[in-house]
């Protein structure tokens, strides 16, 4: 496990704000024609539970619901702020970020919120991402070198940084477990590299990126982006070609993430509200179904369960 050797309280804040937002704005992306409002049905693959953190009984907690938006379960009740879940490939554990006991670290559970076990003891750890196989999970840390990419055994031992320093957050691995897509730098570009943090490639000209997660073929990457002052969702191919918009909102649409069968996105939006609820579409952003409702909470980071190959 990693020793807490980090950058100063109020460095560390300042950074970590930075880290949750996209900043600028990018233009030359292709839009796709195809929005909708109509509801949908998830797919056969996709019936793999949706988890995310809501603050919609006080304070931020882990809840999963069915991907049609039933059976709403929490899962989390602890006086301090759970989030940013994300379920294992084989749907038994959720990794989460928690500060329950003093600084934002990593922890697991099981996936009906029992037996919870804490993996990190550093200052701010976020972003906890899976392997393929469920053995390793990937996140980012704060230390004294900046914002450093991590990787550790799902149990926490292990723990080693595979990026130097600077600005590298929010790592997401490929299906075949071989690359990591990950923000680069601070003007948040996408960027790919190998899961030793060889080989970094840069995939977007222009920074203003977030949240990028391969589809589960391994063939395009989802994120979104503030083209128009507002967070839209973007998909492209894996090799950063093929740049399309598939939202189209005068509202935030953030932190999208593919389905299970790669033909839909989950993604939370405050379209519809001032907070944020959950959505869903399909893959060309028709279709566009609302699961959460709660006007004086905000439901967020959606993660849907196991990725499965096309």
């Avoid at 999963?64 to 759970?82: H, K, Q």
């Avoid at 900046?146 to 940084?161: C, V």
Wanted: proline letters at 5%.
């Amino acid at each position: 496990m990693k020793s807490a050797n980090c950058l100063t309280a109020s460095g560390v804040l300042i950074r970590l704000v930075l880290s949750f937002l996209v900043i600028g704005s990018f233009y030359g992306y292709a839009q796709s024609p195809r929005f909708g409002s109509s509801e949908s049905s998830p797919d056969r693959f996709d019936e793999q539970k949706i988890v995310f953190h809501s603050n919609r009984d006080g304070n931020y907690e882990i809840y999963s619901m069915n991907p049609d938006g039933t059976e709403v379960r929490r899962l989390t009740d602890n006086p301090a702020t759970d989030r940013n879940p994300a379920l294992s490939h084989d749907g038994s554990k959720i990794a989460f970020v928690s500060n329950r006991d003093g600084y934002n670290d990593i922890y697991v559970m099981n996936a009906d919120g029992g037996n919870v076990v804490r993996l990190t003891f550093g200052l701010v750890d976020e972003n906890p991402a899976w392997s393929p196989t469920d053995k390793e999970i990937a996140y980012e840390s704060v230390t004294d070198l900046g914002f450093q990419i991590f990787i550790m055994e799902a149990d926490g031992r292990g723990s080693h940084p595979i990026t130097a320093g600077g600005f590298d957050v929010q790592p997401e691995w490929s299906p075949d477990g071989k690359k990591i897509v990950f923000i680069h730098d601070y003007d948040y570009q996408i960027a790919v590299m190998n899961r030793d943090g060889t080989g970094v490639v840069v995939l977007t000209s222009i920074g203003g990126n977030g949240w990028p997660h391969w589809s589960p073929n391994g063939k395009k990457i989802v994120f979104h982006n503030t083209q128009s002052g507002y967070y839209q969702v973007y998909v492209m191919m894996a090799n950063g070609s093929e740049l399309l918009r598939i939202t189209n909102d005068f509202a935030n649409d953030v932190w999208p993430v593919w389905s299970p069968s790669g033909t839909s996105i989950a993604f939370q939006s405050n379209r519809d509200d001032v907070n944020g609820d959950i959505y869903t579409m399909r893959a060309d952003g028709s279709r566009v179904k609302r699961l959460t409702n709660n006007t004086f909470a905000n439901d967020d980071f959606p993660n849907w369960g196991r990725a499965r190959e096309e």
